[in-house]
């Protein structure tokens, strides 16, 4: 049985879960600690499920508190490195937000809440994580991006907040693995896009998606369980689809 543990953070995200499921079955992966703000601080965990849930509502006081249970559930269950981690949050919608299709439908409130969900929450992740995933051993990080979220790629507009909130994270991202490269050279992130998915998010947004170009996702979280599985640690951020396509920045 391996040493190392996944973290998927947004694990109430439709990928998220599944992604949890398939490491569930992964011997590779001993414990998969799954964080998500849906779950109580009393909710039970399973003795016999490999899965973990954490309760965090993003705060940062939540984010390291999280971590620190991660951190002494690790020693109590002799694991000795997280190998994976994917951050799954990301909102297009919500009961306050709706993509915008006119530059009359921007609201200040509006682009801040998808920016803080979308760019800032991955961010405060990948602060407090910096020093828990530095390790001998390689740690490859997945944070869910967009293809929507590629300027060179934009040629229908609209979407707004959505858009820019992803193409921020990407700068976020790519400032991250310059420092990851300098501070823990064992980590490799990834910036993923991962197609269009039958999810919460995308439901609204299906009339128009082929049958065959909408995935489930189990089938995008098999694909990038498999990518993560062959990444070279080389200090960069890599922006790619489900295929393992690089997007155009
Ligand atoms: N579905 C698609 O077609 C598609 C396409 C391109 C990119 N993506 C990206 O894929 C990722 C996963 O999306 P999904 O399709 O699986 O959507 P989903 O099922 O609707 O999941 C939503 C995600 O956003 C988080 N979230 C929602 N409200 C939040 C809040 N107020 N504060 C912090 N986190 C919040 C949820 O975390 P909790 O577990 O804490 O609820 C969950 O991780 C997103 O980043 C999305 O942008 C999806």
Known sequence: MSDSAAVIIGAGSSIGSALCQRWQRDDAVSRVFAVS?????????????????????????????????????????????????????????????????????????????????????????????????????????????????????????????YRASKAALNMLLKTAAIEYARRAKNVKLISFHPGTTDTALSKPFQGSVKKENLFTPDYVAEHLVAIMNTQQVDGELSFIDWENKAIVW
């Not at 991955?122 to 051993?137: D, E, R």
Request: net charge negative.
């Open 37 to 161: 703000r849906k779950l109580e601080a009393d909710d039970e965990n399973n003795e016999e499920s490999s899965i973990i849930k954490i309760h965090s509502d993003y705060t940062e006081a939540s984010i390291y508190k999280a971590l620190e249970t991660i951190k002494t559930l690790m020693l109590e269950n002799h694991l000795q490195t997280i190998s994976r981690v994917c951050i799954c949050n990301g909102i297009l919608h919500n009961d306050n937000v709706w993509p915008e299709k006119r530059i009359e439908e921007l609201t200040a409130d509006s682009l801040l809440e998808v920016f803080t969900i979308n760019s800032v929450t991955p961010m405060l992740w990948l602060k407090a994580l910096i020093t828990m995933v530095k390790s001998p051993s390689d740690c490859v990080i997945t944070v869910f991006n967009a293809r929507i979220g590629s300027i060179g790629d934009n040629r229908s507009g609209g979407w707004y907040s």
